[in-house]
């Protein structure tokens, strides 16, 4: 099993930047790939960005890549998703997520995870 908690999420301005973290535990050396998904009020969850753990790979929506950046840290076992130049429609509730499934399975589709977060509010205001 593994665990995971977000941090990070808040209320910020149009233009401004938020750093999520993805504090993973527990069983993380079976972990393959991680990502960040959100869901806005009323919407399915949508893919955001994803990174492999062997080789840090990393992938990115169009609608947020050059604005948003996936990192993580593997000493501390910390997924971060930092997010500069926000926009209103980036309004959400962020979850991360991780997979144990091998590499061919891919890291986008949400059937794919196992473990997901609680998720943390992303609120921008115009």
């Known amino acids: 099993q593994v665990q995971l908690v977000e941090s990070g999420g808040g209320s910020v301005q149009s233009g401004g930047s938020l750093r999520l973290s993805c504090a993973a535990s527990?069983?993380?050396?079976?972990?393959?790939?991680m990502a960040w998904f959100r869901q806005a009020p009323g919407k399915e969850r949508d893919w955001v960005a994803s990174i492999y753990t062997a080789g840090s790979s990393t992938y990115y929506a169009d609608s947020v890549r050059g604005r948003l950046t996936i990192s993580r840290d593997a000493t501390k076992n910390i997924l971060y998703l930092q997010m500069i130049s926000l926009k209103p429609e980036d309004t959400a509730t962020y979850y991360c997520?991780?997979?144990?499934?091998?590499?061919?399975?891919?890291?986008?589709?949400?059937?794919?995870?196992?473990?997901w977060g609680q998720g943390t509010q992303v609120t921008v205001s115009s």
């Open positions: 527990g069983a993380t050396y079976s972990v393959n790939c």
């Open positions: 997520a991780a997979s144990g499934r091998p590499r061919w399975a891919g890291c986008r589709d949400p059937t794919v995870f196992g473990y």
